[in-house]
C-alpha cells in the first residue's frame, strides 16, 4: 500500500491550496481516507476525513468551513481544498488510509493502517 500526497507550498495568509493523495496497493474503495497534520513542536492531529463512497465527511472544529475533502474512487485519489490559510494551518500534512468498517472512529489516529510521506503547507504572515 503506497500513499504519495503532493500540493503543498508556502502560501501567504488568505491564500489557498490543494494537496491531494494518491493511493496504490489496495482497493481504494473499501477503505475511508483522511487528513492529519503536525505542526512544528506539536503532535499530529486529525484534519479530515471522507469515507469509502464519499458520502461521509468529518472534519476538525479548527478547519471548518475553510477546508473541504473530497476523493475520487475511479481515479484512487484524495484531495483537500484549504482556504483561507492562516499561520496556524503550517504543518505536514499527512495522507491516511482506514479499513471503511472503522469509519466511526475516522478522527483516532490510532485507527489509521496506512501513512503516506507528507507534504509541507507553510502560511506566512
Known amino acids: 500500500v503506497q500513499l504519495q500526497a503532493s500540493g503543498g507550498g508556502l502560501v501567504q495568509a488568505g491564500g489557498s491550496l490543494s494537496p491531494s493523495c494518491a493511493a496504490s496497493?489496495?482497493?481504494?474503495?473499501?477503505?475511508?481516507m483522511g487528513w492529519f497534520r503536525r505542526a512544528p513542536g506539536k503532535e499530529r492531529e486529525f484534519v479530515a476525513a471522507v469515507s469509502w463512497r464519499g458520502g461521509s465527511k468529518e472534519y476538525a472544529d479548527s478547519v471548518k468551513g475553510r477546508f473541504t475533502v473530497s476523493s475520487d474512487n475511479a481515479k484512487n485519489m484524495v484531495y483537500l481544498q484549504i482556504n483561507s490559510l492562516k499561520p496556524e494551518d503550517t504543518a505536514v500534512y499527512y495522507c491516511v488510509a482506514v479499513w471503511s468498517t472503522k469509519w466511526s472512529r475516522c478522527t483516532d489516529l490510532e485507527v489509521y493502517d496506512y501513512w503516506g510521506q507528507g507534504t509541507q503547507v507553510t502560511v506566512s504572515s
Open positions: 496497493g489496495y482497493t481504494f474503495a473499501d477503505y475511508a
